[in-house]
């Protein structure tokens, strides 16, 4: 069975971190691109990074460029999603999401939500003093 399950996430003071966890299971994220998507409440989804399957390029959204850092651990079978300097308006659930293969995906479609194959059911973040 193809699962993602994503973990990591909590309430956290701006300013401080956290790492979110994509865990995979029923196939080898690998061959897969990974993204993470959030959502606020009352805001529509918004592609926040992604790593290809490729070479490892990766991607990120303007709003968290310089902050969040996105990796892989082929042997964990498991993306990461490090997460710096935060601050209020990251608060969303967060989610992390599953695509075959890189052919015609990039830089101008990787936040593109129907690109995705799988994804997983989100892990909430909130930025709060």
């Known amino acids: 069975q193809v699962q993602l399950v994503e973990s990591g996430g909590g309430l956290v003071q701006p300013g401080g971190s956290l790492r979110l966890s994509c865990v995979a299971s029923?196939?080898?994220?690998?061959?897969?691109?990974i993204g993470w998507f959030r959502q606020a409440p009352g805001k529509e989804r918004e592609g926040v990074s992604c790593?290809?399957?490729?070479?490892?390029?990766?991607y990120y959204a303007d709003s968290v460029k310089g902050r969040f850092t996105i990796s892989r651990d082929s042997a964990d079978n498991t993306v990461y999603l490090q997460m710096d300097s935060l601050k209020p308006e990251d608060t969303a659930l967060y989610y992390c999401?599953?695509?075959?293969?890189?052919?015609?995906?990039?830089?101008?479609?990787?936040?593109?939500?129907?690109?995705?194959?799988?994804w997983g059911q989100g892990t909430q973040v909130t930025v709060s003093s």
């Open positions: 999401a599953a695509r075959e293969g890189d052919y015609g995906f990039g830089p101008r479609n990787w936040a593109a939500g129907f690109e995705y194959d799988y």
């Open positions: 029923g196939f080898t994220l690998d061959y897969y691109a």
């Open positions: 790593i290809m399957s490729s070479y490892g390029s990766t």
